[in-house]
């Protein structure tokens, strides 16, 4: 059984910085993509970041440059550095798993999510 774990959320102020973590287990971690998602309240899921088993990366544009995420593939984790968080990046971030080759960020194209963790950004 495929379980994704998120940790790291709280609140924090605007242009400060916080570290998101996924734990990963019941999955061949490193054959994985890996993405993170966020949700507003009152807004639709929207694409964050994603890193592929190779290592390489993409980024939303409104995260580029402040995020940056990253995998431990002896620890089953994927890391999500945020920095200089702004009012806009309050939602809960949610990490995935996917092996599609095709990259996507349809939300559908991702089979496996986490439960998600609360980022709360205050002025």
């Known amino acids: 059984q495929v379980q994704l774990v998120e940790s790291g959320g709280e609140l924090v102020q605007a242009g400060g910085s916080l570290r998101l973590s996924c734990a990963a287990s019941?999955?061949?971690?490193?054959?994985?993509?890996m993405g993170w998602f966020r949700q507003a309240p009152g807004k639709e899921s929207e694409f964050v970041a994603w890193?592929?088993?190779?290592?390489?990366?993409a980024y939303a544009a409104s995260v580029e440059g402040r995020f940056t995420i990253s995998r431990d593939n002896a620890k089953n984790t994927v890391y999500l550095q945020m920095n200089s968080l702004n009012l806009e990046d309050t939602a809960v971030y949610y990490c995935?798993?996917?092996?599609?080759?095709?990259?996507?960020?349809?939300?559908?194209?991702?089979?496996?999510w986490g439960q998600g963790t609360q980022v709360t950004v205050s002025s």
């Open positions: 890193i592929t088993r190779d290592g390489d990366n």
């Open positions: 019941g999955l061949t971690f490193n054959i994985y993509t």
């Open positions: 995935a798993a996917t092996q599609r080759v095709f990259l996507s960020t349809n939300r559908g194209d991702w089979p496996y």
